[in-house]
């Protein structure tokens, strides 16, 4: 057997048991020891020490629990309330009416969340309510929240680039400032899509009475924490006065502030995200630890250098690539969750991208665009899960489905757009 023979079928048998459900972290940690093992034998396991002390001891994980703090302390102190309020005065007068006020909170949260299942849990809960009572259609209103949902790990502060710096050893404020352009883009293709949908289905149905100027100035002050938040983050790394690690840091002083401020401070909130942060936060960096400990199995067996002399040999171009990864992504999108999707894919993919002369920044914004479009394909979705959840009537998760699909097609059209026009990624990063 070859080795790229051996390479496929391990990658098989790992997506395979992360399919019938036993942990990721496991799945990873099954190949990526065992293939070390067959390999070197037991001397491997003395190498894997140094590798998990090192993870351990990776500076830069330190922003992962920041960063889940910070979202913590916004979603349980009522800030994303008067935060979804405050857009509703300024956004539901379109045609389209609340569905435009879905996406910019969704997007606002995302600056300050890092995660697609919290921003979409979050406004969703806030926002589904006043949906139905106004009589939006259900499919259109959880279409719009699982869809915004997925801005939360595009738009910077974002765990997912996180997780591919620290796995490609790429700068995470660089990965930080490559994402804002491409949010603000495809936010905005978002809520033109409903706009043009809410014309052609006769958007005066769907557009809310306009409120007063002065009451619609005064909620403005309710944008304020979120907005702060994600200029002291992303400012202090783009003048370069912060580390990503540090950001966070300030961010979550910051937050604390504004949570203090509005009376919300209590040991039983701070408990609460506590406890959150610690579980999610752990069960991110064990799987960082495993992914790492199957890129040590991949480097000293030659695998990524196999594959990429494999896949250079059908001489494809770097857009011809691109192209058959989004089919490949579309593929696993439909059957495992984002954090899956990025550890196992990776290591083996971003040798080859790189080899073909694809920059690693602009790279790690088209894996997390395809990690986002997993988030809204069945029958795995996350967040198609999560906004059915939480909905306030009966009624099957198709709903949920059908209402995201065109928002998934705008993604892959996105990315293509991407692909010719990488400046829209790369401009920014460069100007730092």
């Known amino acids: 057997m070859t080795l790229v023979s051996a390479t496929i079928l391990a990658f098989v048998l790992m997506i395979g048991m992360m399919l ?143 997780v591919y710096g620290s796995l490609t050893n790429n700068s995470i404020g660089s990965l930080f400032i490559a994402g804002i352009v491409p949010g603000v883009l495809l936010t905005l293709c978002f809520m033109s899509f409903i706009y043009v949908s809410a014309l052609a289905k006769g958007g005066a149905s769907h557009r809310e009475p306009p409120m007063p100027l002065p009451q619609r100035v005064r909620l403005l002050v309710h944008l304020l924490p979120p907005a702060a938040v994600f200029i002291v983050v992303m400012g202090s790394i783009y003048t370069g006065l912060a580390t990503a690690t540090e950001s966070a840091a300030l961010g979550v002083v910051v937050a604390l502030g504004f949570v203090t401020a509005s009376g919300k401070l209590s040991w039983q909130l701070l408990a609460n995200c506590f406890r959150q942060t610690a579980r999610i936060s752990g069960m991110i960096l064990l799987i960082i630890t495993t992914a790492f400990l199957l890129n040590l199995t991949i480097s000293l067996t030659g695998v990524a250098d196999a594959l990429t002399k494999w896949v250079t040999s059908f001489n494809l171009s770097p857009t011809a690539l691109l192209f058959a990864l989004i089919v490949f992504y579309l593929l696993l999108g439909m059957f495992m969750d984002v954090l899956s999707m990025q550890v196992a894919t990776i290591p083996l993919t971003y040798p080859i991208v790189t080899a073909l002369g694809i920059d690693p920044i602009w790279y790690g914004i088209f894996i997390v665009l395809m990690c986002e479009l997993g988030m809204i394909t069945p029958p795995v979705g996350m967040n198609l899960f999560v906004v059915h959840g939480i909905r306030p009537d009966e009624g099957g998760i198709e709903d949920a489905i059908w209402g995201a699909l065109p928002y998934a097609v705008i993604m892959i059209v996105f990315t293509m757009a991407l692909i010719f026009l990488p400046q829209l990624v790369l401009w920014l990063p460069q100007k730092m």
């Open 20 to 162: 019938i459900g036993i942990p990721i972290a496991v799945s990873m940690l099954l190949v990526g020891v065992g293939g070390g093992v067959i390999a070197y034998g037991m001397p491997f396991l003395n190498s894997m020490a140094t590798v998990i002390w090192g993870t351990g001891n990776e500076y830069l994980l330190t922003a992962i629990p920041m960063f889940v703090l910070l979202g913590e302390l916004l979603l349980r102190s009522g800030i994303a309330d008067r935060m979804y309020a405050a857009l509703s005065a300024w956004l539901s007068g379109l045609p389209g009416g609340l569905l435009h006020t879905n996406i910019g909170c969704c997007a606002l949260f995302a600056a300050t969340s890092g995660s697609s299942v919290a921003t979409a849990a979050t406004v969703g809960t806030v926002a589904l309510p006043p949906l139905q009572q106004r009589g939006y259609s259900m499919r259109d209103s959880l279409g719009s929240l699982a869809a915004g949902g997925t801005l939360g790990i595009l738009i910077p502060p974002s765990v997912n680039l996180i």
